[in-house]
C-alpha cells in the first residue's frame, strides 16, 4: 500500500522515572523578533544560541525573500544584506507561521512600504492584528487589506504616544512590531500598555545594541527616540523559558528530579513558586535550575494566566497536564487566550478527568492515566500531551508531532537523555 506519510509521531513507553539533567535551548520566542530586528540595518547582524526549529527555518526563507543572506550552522547565525530588496512576506511562508507579522514594522521603518500576508487563525482561536495596525497607522502609516495581504506605506513613520494593551493586555508581538518600526521613526515614541515579557526585553537589549535609544525597557511603558540608523551587532538570545518550564512539569509530574542547565530562572519566578507550593523542592543557581519532586506529595494547586511576570499562557496546557497527577481539584483559569483549550480532550482519551467551566479548567487529579493515541493540535497542547504520556501506564502514540517540532529543539534526543522510553518514528495521515 502507498505510504502517504506527512509527518512523524513519537511513541512513549510511559509510567518513567526522569534522573539527569538537560540543556536548555534559546528562546524561540526571542529569535524570531531578534532575526527579523536585522531588516532594520544593511550591516551584519550574527546571532548566537538560535535554536534549530521549524519556526526558524521558515523565517530564513522569509528573510532571504525580503533581501537578507542566512548562513546558519551550530546555534550560530550570521545575516548579511544582500541588496535585493523586496518587501513582500508572501502567503505560501506567512500561513506557516503566524508570527512572521512582525516583518511589518522593521520593513516599513526601513523601505517604507510593506506587503504582507495577513496572518491566519490558528488551534486556539482568530489571533487578531488589530493592535498592531492601530501602531503603524498611529506612526503614520497608511494600511489596506486586499486579496489576503495587509499593504502598507508610509513616507515617513512620526513617533507618537499610543496604548497598546487589549482586551486580554499587552500584545507581545505587537510590541514588537511597533518598537522596531518606532527606533527609525522621527521623535519621541511612548508606547503605553507594552508587553514586558522577557523575550521583549531581549529584542529591547539588542536594538540598543545596535544603536536605538530605548528607556522604560522591561516595564509596560517604552520610550524609544528615533534614531538615523541602526548599525550590525553580535548578540545572544535568551535561554527558552517555556521549554523550561516544560520540563519542570515532566519532572513533576513524574516525582523525579533532574537538572535544567543553561536556563534563566529569574524568567520563571512564578513558575518556579508555584511548583515550591505543590511541594517540589527547588534550588536555583544563575543558570540552573534542579527540581526534586519526590520529596513530598505534591498537593493541587489553582493559578491564572496573565502576561509577564505572572504564569504564562504557554504553560497553561502544560500545568494541566500535570494536574492531572496530582490527587485533588486543581483549577487553572486562562485570561490572555480564552480558546486555548485543544489539549482537554486528548488528555481526557487518556482518562483524565478534566472540565471546562467558563475560562477555567477543572482537573479532578489522581485518577491512572493510560497510554493512548493522542494528537497534538498546536505547540503547546502537543507538549502537554508528552508531560502526560511520560507517566502514563502503557504505549503513547503522540501524532502531528511537526506541531511540537516548531518549538522544541530535539524534544526526543532530550526526553530520552532523562529517562523516557521515546522512539520517533514516521507517520500515515490516512
Ligand atoms: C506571543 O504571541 C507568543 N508567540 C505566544 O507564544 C504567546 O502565547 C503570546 O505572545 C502571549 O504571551 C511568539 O512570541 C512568536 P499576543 P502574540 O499578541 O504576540 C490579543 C507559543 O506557544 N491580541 O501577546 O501573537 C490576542 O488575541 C506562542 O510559543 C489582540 O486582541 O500574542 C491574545 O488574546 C503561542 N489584538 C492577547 O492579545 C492584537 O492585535 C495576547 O496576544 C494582538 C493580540
Redesign the pocket.
Known amino acids: 500500500m502507498y505510504k502517504y506519510t506527512i509527518d512523524s509521531g513519537y511513541t512513549i513507553q510511559g509510567n518513567n522515572k526522569l534522573n539527569g539533567s538537560v540543556n536548555i535551548s534559546g528562546s ?2 526571542a529569535s ?2 531578534l532575526m527579523v530586528a536585522s531588516i532594520l540595518t544593511d550591516e551584519d547582524v550574527v546571532l548566537n544560541n538560535i535554536p534549530n526549529l521549524l ?1 526558524v527555518q521558515v523565517l530564513i526563507r522569509i528573510l532571504s525573500k525580503l533581501g537578507k543572506d542566512i548562513s546558519y550552522e551550530n546555534d550560530r547565525m550570521v545575516i548579511k544584506s544582500n541588496g535585493d530588496l523586496c518587501s513582500e512576506a508572501p502567503y505560501e511562508l506567512v500561513k506557516k507561521m ?2 512572521s507579522i512582525i516583518v511589518l514594522g522593521p520593513l516599513l521603518a526601513k523601505r517604507k512600504c510593506c506587503k504582507v500576508s495577513y496572518p491566519g487563525g ?1 488551534a486556539f ?10 501602531g503603524i497607522e498611529a506612526l503614520g502609516a497608511s494600511v489596506n487589506m486586499e486579496g489576503g495581504y495587509i499593504n502598507a506605506e508610509a513616507t515617513s513613520l512620526v513617533g507618537t504616544t499610543m496604548n497598546l494593551s ?9 510590541t ?1 512590531n511597533i518598537m522596531m518600526a518606532a527606533t527609525l521613526a522621527s521623535g519621541k515614541t511612548i508606547i503605553e500598555g507594552a ?1 514586558s ?1 522577557p ?1 521583549c526585553t531581549d529584542l529591547a537589549n539588542m536594538l540598543v545594541q545596535m544603536g536605538a535609544k530605548i528607556s522604560g525597557i522591561g516595564t509596560n511603558r517604552l520610550e524609544i527616540d528615533g534614531v538615523s540608523k541602526l548599525g550590525g551587532i553580535e548578540y545572544t538570545v535568551i535561554p527558552d523559558r ?1 521549554e523550561a518550564g516544560t520540563y519542570l512539569a515532566m519532572a513533576a509530574s513524574s516525582r523525579s528530579k533532574i537538572t535544567l542547565n543553561s536556563v534563566c530562572s529569574t524568567h520563571l519566578e512564578k513558575v518556579i513558586s508555584l511548583l515550591k507550593d505543590m511541594g517540589c523542592v527547588i534550588e536555583t543557581s544563575e543558570n540552573s535550575i534542579l527540581i526534586d519532586a519526590s520529596k513530598n506529595e505534591l498537593k493541587p494547586f489553582n493559578v491564572e494566566t496573565l ?2 511576570p505572572e504564569f ?3 504553560l497553561q496546557s502544560i500545568f494541566t497536564a500535570l494536574a492531572t497527577s496530582i490527587n485533588g481539584v486543581s483549577e487553572i483559569k486562562e485570561s ?3 480558546d486555548r483549550f485543544t489539549h482537554i480532550a486528548e488528555l481526557n482519551r487518556m482518562g483524565s478527568d478534566i472540565k471546562l467551566h467558563e475560562t477555567t479548567i477543572i482537573i479532578n487529579g489522581g485518577k491512572p492515566m493510560t497510554g493512548a493515541d493522542v494528537q497534538a493540535s ?3 497542547a502537543g507538549a502537554a500531551l508528552l508531560v502526560a504520556a511520560v507517566v502514563a501506564k502503557g504505549i503513547s502514540n503522540v501524532h502531528r508531532i511537526y506541531h511540537i517540532e516548531r ?1 522544541y529543539e530535539k524534544m526526543e534526543t532530550k526526553m530520552r537523555s532523562i529517562g523516557v522510553n521515546i522512539v520517533k518514528k514516521e507517520d500515515d495521515i490516512l
Open positions: 524561540k520566542n524570531l523578533p519556526d503566524r508570527g490558528c482561536g482568530p489571533r487578531p492584528i488589530d493592535l498592531h495596525i492601530k487589549g482586551e486580554f493586555g499587552p500584545t507581545v508581538l505587537g514588537d508587553a515579557e523575550e517555556i502576561p509577564y504564562p499562557t504557554d490572555v487566550f480564552p498546536d505547540l503547546r518549538g
